[in-house]
Structures are given as structure tokens and as C-alpha cells.
């Protein structure tokens, strides 16, 4: 803070020398960041912990959290996300959905619901499709779509009864599909097998899915090995996982580079959240112990916060 302080200082003094000759306003010239950066630092039982984010899409909001309480980021994102390669197909689906809505439409993530707004604003379609959006029943598994759909003045109608493929299913099961149309935004490139063989079965007139995203690598294998070698070496406290993608990721090249059983040993010595029960569930089929995920809101802040809470018990 002090440091922008100063650049302030400079910048006023240059500017009140030498206004009386003319000079135009230079207030665009001052470090926009500084106000940011002055945010005073939180006290927090995460001071000077080694948290690891694999996180890509926010990174840096999810450092900020942490760094701001004290914590000191190793940041290693393991897979990025990118628009479905098949744009072509998508913009189909955008098409059709617009042309004859669905009796239903299943909504299992917030960043699936940006991409699709995202295609149809580029196709100069994005108020029709909110239209076509309003004539369908909602249905969300967990909150992140429902914060999207409030974004574009929608709500859900109905959510899952967890914020999983099965608490999904378990809220359809409730719903009667028979002779209904249905479309589905699946996570990722997952076919989502659970809930695709429940909607076989229900005897739906028509089931459109769309898969709008998918994720990468990110990380190169070496910078990958080393954060295993890193939390092999006690160097990580905690490392937190904001989707199942990034554990994949992370035991995959732990299986290129045959040291899965030191990986799994290492998690175990080393505290691991989860933003959410789905990544939790991923990381739990791993044979990893999930200390750390949010109570009920799955979100960054959340997380976080449930970190302090561990490592406050743990200073007890």
C-alpha cells in the first residue's frame, strides 16, 4: 500500500508542477490496481501455510483469497477450459432449442450455461435463446447454474436434491417426463451415464444433449511431476481442487510417471479440500481423504473459508 502511496504522491506532484503550463489530466496514468492492492491483509490461521492451486480459469482470484490471508500460493494449473472443437454442432443445438424449446432442460453447470450464451451472442441470438430459455422448465443440479440464470433474470425451477448426477436424478424422479422433450447440458466432455441411462428409461419423447466445453491439458507433465515431488517432500499444506478434471489431470501424469502409490500417500499427509461434493466424491475414488469442502455454498470464498476453520482446530 505504501508503495502506491508514494506512486500517487509522484504522480500528484508532477501533475500540480506542471498543470499551470497546460499539461492534460494525467489521472489516467495512476496504477489502476492500487486500490485492490490496498485491501488490508485478514489475520488467519492460513498465514505463511504452502496452499497448491491447480485451478486455471480463476487462478487469480482464488490466490487473492488465499494470499490475502497470509498464505503463501504455489500455483500449478493443471487443465484449462475451452469452447467444444465442433462449434458447428453447437450452434445447431442453439438452433433447434430456439426453434422449438424443451419441455425441460437440465442445467449441470454454471460454465456450460455461459459457453451456450456466450455461442448464441456471437450468432447475435443470445435474446431469443434467454427467450426460448424462459418457456422451459429449469432444472439445476447445484447452485452454479442458478447463479448464472439469475445473471440473465431466470431462476431454476427445481434443483437436485445434491448437487450431483444423482441428486439430479433423484429430483426427475419426481417429475413426470413421459412423452416430454428434454435437453441436457452435460459437464465437460462426461456422457454422464447415470443420468443419460435414468432419462432412457422415463420415456421421454426426445433427450438433446449438449457437451459446449471441454478441458485441456494445461501444465506441462514436468511441472506437474514436481508439485507430486513437492507434496512427497511435505513442501504443500493443503491443496485445493475446484474440479474433477484437476485430479484426473494430477493422476494421470502420476501414472505416466508410475509413482501413483507415492502420490496417494502424499494426499494422505496433506490436507485436501474440495470445492464441492463432486469433486470430493472424485477425489474419495482416488483412495484421497477430503478434510476440507464448504458446508453447503460451493464456491472459492466458501472453500476458503473452510480452510481457516481446519487449520484454526488444528492451531487449538
Known amino acids: 500500500m505504501i508503495k502506491y502511496l508514494r506512486t500517487l504522491a509522484g504522480f500528484l506532484l508532477i501533475y500540480c508542477t506542471l498543470s499551470k503550463y497546460g499539461v492534460p489530466d494525467l489521472s489516467g496514468l495512476i496504477p489502476i490496481k492500487w ?24 487462478l487469480d482470484i482464488l490466490s487473492a483469497l488465499f494470499q490475502r490471508r497470509g498464505a503463501l500460493v504455489d500455483r500449478i494449473p493443471l487443465v484449462s477450459i475451452i469452447d467444444a472443437p465442433d462449434q458447428p454442432k453447437i450452434r445447431r443445438w442453439l438452433k433447434q432449442f430456439i426453434s422449438a ?22 450468432m447475435s441470438l443470445e435474446t431469443v435463446f434467454i427467450s426460448a430459455l424462459s418457456n422451459s422448465i429449469l432444472i439445476c443440479r447445484g447452485p452454479k447454474p442458478g447463479r448464472v440464470l439469475r445473471e440473465i433474470q431466470l431462476q431454476a425451477h427445481y434443483l437436485g436434491t445434491s448437487p450431483t448426477s444423482a441428486g439430479i436424478v433423484e429430483t426427475l424422479r419426481g417429475l413426470d ?8 447440458q452435460l459437464y465437460g466432455e462426461d456422457p454422464n451415464d447415470l ?7 422415463v420415456g421421454a419423447k426426445i433427450i438433446n444433449p449438449v457437451a459446449p466445453y471441454k478441458y485441456e491439458q494445461d501444465s506441462n507433465g514436468d511441472l506437474v511431476f514436481s508439485l507430486i515431488n513437492r507434496l512427497h517432500l511435505g513442501k ?23 509413482c501413483v502409490e507415492q502420490l496417494t500417500s502424499s494426499l494422505k499427509a496433506t490436507k485436501v479440500a474440495a470445492i464441492g461434493p463432486i469433486v470430493k466424491e472424485c477425489l474419495e475414488q482416488f483412495a484421497c481423504t477430503v478434510e476440507i469442502m464448504p458446508s453447503e455454498s460451493y464456491f472459492m470464498k466458501p472453500m476458503v473459508r473452510a480452510s481457516e476453520v481446519l487449520f484454526a482446530e488444528l492451531e487449538e
Open 35 to 58: 486500490s485492490m492492492d490496498m485491501k488490508p491483509q485478514l489475520q488467519s490461521p492460513l498465514k505463511g501455510k504452502v496452499i497448491a492451486l491447480p485451478e486455471s480459469r480463476q
Open 101 to 122: 424449446p424443451p419441455d425441460y432442460f437440465v442445467l449441470l453447470t454454471g460454465e456450460g450455461l455461459r459457453r451456450l450464451l456466450a455461442t448464441a451472442r456471437r
Open 177 to 184: 417426463l413421459t412423452h416430454k422433450s428434454i435437453s441436457v
Open 195 to 201: 443420468l443419460m441411462g435414468f432419462l432412457g428409461t
Open 236 to 258: 504443500i499444506d493443503l491443496i485445493a481442487f475446484t474440479s474433477k478434471a484437476q485430479v484426473k489431470r494430477l493422476f494421470s501424469v502420476a501414472t505416466q510417471r508410475n
